[in-house]
């Protein structure tokens, strides 16, 4: 039962058949699909882990000390009992829908809140999210790594199954649905089909619109001219844009895992340019997009090719020995390094460092150690063993 506020007519018929024909629109594209592939090994999952283990590790935790568990029963039961209670009063206009803005975005849709039914099985989602997620945390005795990916594996699996996620518990979904005869479920469709092609059976999600960058119109827009090269980067040296400049050059290190032209998309929004504009002689490192050939290439190399080759560089084009260095997240922590390395040589080349996203101290990484374990890393070397290097 719907509230009367509600504004969406909802026609179960039209609902269904729309559905029926969007199925067999659907398997067309997919046999298109299927019969473009060759390899069918190419669906595989990869190498395994030792996450079953973990798990395993869990529900031994939890037998032995069912405490949790119970714990989080009861809660379950009384939270369930909560929301049926304020369910059945708005069902029987006793009480009127919430006038709160949701804090969870999948839940911003008026529906959600207006709407008894849509109401009802969010907040049945959420109390059975907080059950599930509750429960692994409060078991006790586990390593902190396997508790750690336990919890990130385990809040995946709780978000996968939000009824924001499928067709027939979203609101939104289903009044695009209506609108469009289908022909949103189709795009989407189409565009992970798109994907999977794009990774040879693997799903690679296309971030952006390929297109929609021109270079020099809308991304690296600020004028340039590449000074140095060799086999990992080439430095750029941006022309002046004020009469003056000052006497210190800046050089910018990017990850190699980004490009620079992050930080230099088009001018309202360009840090390059702004710093340029401040009247600094601006140097940015552009790395290149490793293959094969420079398997044998590892952090050091990046260092002493990188900002220490740029250093070189930048003395012998200004004549200026000390430079202000900026680095930006994975281009910072190599910037750190280089800071070490030149100050156990005794080398005062760098004047200042600026590190933005820039992650030092590897004790606390948050939710990255998911992926870096003893395990993984393992995996990723035999990855980059047998290809060279590391693709998207």
């Given at each position: 039962m719907a509230d009367q506020s509600t504004q969406t007519s909802w026609d179960p018929l039209a609902l269904a058949e729309q559905l029926q024909n969007i199925a067999k629109q659907s398997q067309v594209l997919m046999q298109r699909f299927v019969s473009n592939q060759t390899d069918p090994t190419k669906f595989g999952m990869g190498d395994t882990s030792t996450l079953g283990f973990d798990f395993a590790d869990l529900?031994?935790?939890?037998?032995?000390?069912?405490?949790?568990?119970?714990?989080a029963q009861i809660?379950?039961?009384?939270?369930?009992?909560?929301?049926?209670?304020?369910?059945?009063?708005?069902?029987?206009?006793l009480r009127a829908p919430e006038t709160d803005k949701p804090k969870d975005k999948r839940f911003k849709h008026p529906d959600w809140t207006e709407n008894a039914v849509f109401h009802f099985v969010k907040e049945s989602y959420l109390v059975a999210a907080k059950s599930i997620l509750s429960t692994v945390r409060d078991?006790?005795?586990?390593?902190?790594?396997?508790a750690r990916k336990v919890d990130f594996y385990t809040r995946q699996f709780v978000d996968a199954l939000s009824p924001s996620n499928f067709i027939a518990t979203n609101p939104e979904v289903l009044t695009a649905t209506l609108e469009s005869g289908g022909q949103n479920l189709l795009r989407g469709l189409a565009n992970l089909l798109s994907d999977l092609s794009r990774g040879d059976g693997r799903l690679s999600i296309k971030m952006t619109d390929m297109k929609a960058f021109r270079l020099g119109?809308?991304?690296?827009?600020?004028?340039?001219?590449?000074?140095?090269?060799?086999?990992?980067m080439q430095l750029i040296q941006y022309a002046p844009?004020?009469?003056e400049v000052r006497r210190q050059p800046l050089l910018i290190i990017p990850p190699w895992i980004n490009k620079f032209y992050v930080l230099d998309l088009q001018p309202?929004?360009?840090?390059i340019k702004w710093a340029v504009d401040q009247g600094h002689t601006v140097f940015v490192i552009s790395w290149v997009n490793p293959d094969e050939k420079l398997a044998e290439k590892g952090f050091e190399d990046y260092m002493l090719e990188g900002p220490i080759a740029a250093l070189d560089a930048v003395e012998r084009v200004t004549g200026e020995r000390r430079v202000n260095a900026v680095g930006y997240c994975l281009g910072g922590t190599l910037l750190a390094s280089t800071a070490a390395y030149l100050a156990a040589k005794n080398d005062d080349r760098l004047a200042s460092a600026?590190?933005?996203?820039?992650?030092?101290?590897?004790?606390e990484?948050?939710?990255?150690?998911?992926f870096i374990d003893n395990e993984q890393l393992a995996s990723l070397e035999r990855r980059m063993h047998d290809q060279g290097y590391l693709d998207a």
């Open positions: 529900m031994t935790k939890m037998s032995a000390d069912p405490t949790a568990v119970a714990k809660d379950l039961v009384n939270d369930n009992l909560a929301v049926w209670q304020k369910s059945a009063e708005r069902m029987f206009n078991v006790k005795g586990m390593d902190e790594a396997a119109e809308n991304i690296a827009t600020t004028p340039g001219k590449i000074i140095y090269q060799n086999n990992l844009s004020t009469r309202r929004n360009s840090l600026t590190y933005f996203v820039t992650l030092v101290d590897f004790t990484v948050g939710d990255m150690a998911v």
